[in-house]
């Protein structure tokens, strides 16, 4: 799709918007304005003025979009949906869900480049729909954050009522540990044009110190307590910090059972004593180092109630996660690249207080907006469970279409569904000083491999082989091409499947050219060693006869032994399939330099 570049001198195109067309088309229809007077007023050519009046040239100008309205709001809820589910798509992803669109319609787009839309059509339907689509940097989070259902979060908020009932605000607190780091982050400076690196000179590392941060639903921020990584602790790393912030170290850097006690009674408890008499709450995540023995008698008998958050669900129900640290890491970058551009070296832990206390007062009156927001955006102070809720995917949430159903269903299963694929590694007997390929460790442990080999009917010659396009595939069984024999034989899919599975018939009728399906083929058919195995391929051409709709299929081979990936073979391998040997048809889930993995 070519791009359009306005020349100079060039013809003048609409320069108002359509609000204003409006207007002034409604002023003279009323009878307000006449039509030079209104194109004054609005800076409207008086043509179109006219034009609209009389309901002439009503459409856009240019050429239709290739999806129709509908289409296009059919992809527009999919990609709502699946950034909902935690799965948003990329614009290479987009393309790809485009292109399969158009080949299962049997479409073909002479502006597309083999049915793929390039970035010019995402730029524009991005552009027509940017009341719904942005584009954003998006931040990985753990399948076990994402797990927590709505069940989970109900059962905790019908406790928490039970525990906040009757508390003031002011008593009830949240407490969490966070790490300040010495890196200032990344950002945008102004160089030369085609530079491939825009490098800034400024000494940083890995280092971070732990800090606990307490704040209580009124807004109270209660002090602070830092934690250094060290074998001890200098008077000079507790120089002008904020007012009332204690510290501490530890050989790992971050909070133990014995650094927890000691930041609950030197901090939280001086607090709690101004209110001797009434219920206090305190609310915190569930780590082995913040469940003391001590803790609990104490709160026990200070009439506090100790809440743990449920598990992987801080960033819904943690306020100080929710609101209070992005702004707080903000503050803290800022005031340390200030710091770096003044000073060499990495961040000394005598100047850690200073730019702490830099931080908390730049923050200011915003600390404690930020905590309350917190708390009323977990849904604890006021009490509002909907408000965590509403976070998390329903699948009753979504449009009822089929596909978009489908679509939800896949979604669910890759969020909820956390399967391990990590093999157990075994053992290779190897002698001293010979090396092994990947082939051999698979070897190693099963003859199932030289089975499937036996199993084959492998021809070998110096030109390739195909089969005949023609012939019989009972006659005629896959011919592959083996340049060595120190490759795997061809692909092997599901090749155990069950006899049941095999009498089911799949429906061919919806199959079009280009369709991935799973085909099966008959191996040592007057044998005792007879049995079926399944094979990925691409369908090339498709015709009817008497004997039924055949197929023309370009098989697939595995990928260097792995069981998930498949690639077109150097020799193409082509072969004349019946319907009733094909058993569904395939989905590409990834594609990546000729590479495939199907939904097999």
Request: with cysteine; glycine share 6%; aromatic share 8%.
């Amino acid at each position: 799709m070519g791009r359009c570049r306005k020349k100079i001198g060039g013809r003048t195109y609409k320069n108002f918007s359509d609000h204003d067309l409006q207007r002034a088309v409604a002023l003279v229809k009323n009878g307000v304005l006449t039509e030079r007077q209104a194109a004054e007023q609005f800076g409207i050519p008086k043509s179109t003025i006219n034009r609209k009046r009389n309901k002439k040239n009503l459409k856009p100008v240019g050429r239709p979009c290739v999806l129709s309205t509908i289409e296009e709001s059919m992809l527009l809820d999919g990609l709502v949906t699946a950034g909902k589910w935690g799965f948003p798509l990329t614009s290479k992803d987009i393309g790809f869900i485009v292109k399969n669109y158009l080949d299962t319609e049997g479409r073909k787009e002479q502006r597309f480049k083999d049915n793929l839309p390039g970035q010019d059509w995402l730029k524009l339907f991005l552009h027509r729909h940017n009341d719904v689509l942005t584009v954003k940097l998006c931040e990985n989070i753990k399948r076990a954050r994402v797990a927590v259902s709505c069940d989970t979060i109900n059962l905790f908020f019908e406790e928490l009522t039970k525990t906040i009932e009757g508390v003031d605000p002011e008593l009830i607190i949240n407490y969490d540990e966070t790490n300040m780091t010495d890196d200032p982050g990344k950002k945008k400076v102004v160089v030369r044009r085609g530079t491939k690196h825009a490098e800034c000179i400024k000494d940083t590392s890995k280092s971070s110190t732990s800090v606990m941060f307490c704040g209580t639903a009124s807004g109270v921020i209660l002090p602070l307590y830092v934690v250094y990584k060290a074998e001890h602790l200098y008077n000079t790393w507790t120089y002008n910090g904020p007012p009332g912030t204690r510290y501490n170290r530890s050989r790992s850097g971050w909070f133990d059972m014995t650094l927890f006690e000691d930041w609950f009674f030197s901090i939280v408890m001086p607090y709690f004593r101004k209110f001797p008499d009434k219920k206090k709450v305190m609310i915190g995540d569930n780590l082995a180092s913040h469940v003391s023995t001590k803790v609990i008698e104490s709160c026990k008998t200070n009439n506090i109630s100790f809440v743990l958050l449920p598990p992987n669900s801080t960033h819904l129900t943690q306020p100080l996660d929710v609101a209070f640290f992005r702004p707080l890491k903000m503050k803290w970058k800022k005031q340390l690249d200030i710091w770096k551009d003044k000073n060499t070296g990495v961040l000394q832990k005598s100047q850690f207080p200073n730019i702490l206390n830099k931080t908390m007062k730049e923050l200011g009156p915003n600390a404690s907006k930020n905590i309350i927001a917190g708390f009323e955006a977990c849904g604890i102070v006021p009490l509002n469970p909907e408000n965590v809720l509403k976070r998390i995917p329903r699948e009753n949430s979504f449009s009822d279409d089929s596909w978009l159903n489908s679509f939800e269903s896949h979604l669910a299963e890759r969020r909820l569904n956390v399967i391990s694929t990590n093999p157990r590694k075994k053992r290779v007997t190897v002698p001293a000083g010979k090396s092994i390929s990947e082939l051999n460790t698979e070897i190693v442990d099963t003859n199932s491999i030289s089975n499937d080999i036996e199993d084959l009917e492998v021809v070998f010659s110096e030109e390739p082989v195909i089969d005949s396009i023609n012939s019989e595939p009972e006659n005629n069984p896959i011919i592959i091409v083996i340049p060595t024999t120190d490759q795997l034989p061809g692909p092997s899919g599901n090749n155990n499947q069950d006899d049941d599975d095999e009498d089911e018939v799949f429906d061919t009728k919806n199959l079009r050219v280009n369709d991935y399906v799973l085909v099966k083929c008959l191996y040592n058919k007057n044998s005792k060693k007879a049995k079926f195995k399944t094979f990925p391929c691409l369908i090339k051409h498709i015709s009817k006869g008497i004997n039924g709709i055949k197929f023309i299929c370009s098989f697939l081979r595995q990928y260097k032994g792995r069981s998930e990936t498949y690639v077109f073979p150097n020799v193409e391998d082509v072969m004349e399939v019946s319907e009733e040997n094909i058993l569904k048809r395939l989905m590409v889930i990834k594609e990546h330099r000729n590479t495939f993995t199907f939904n097999m």
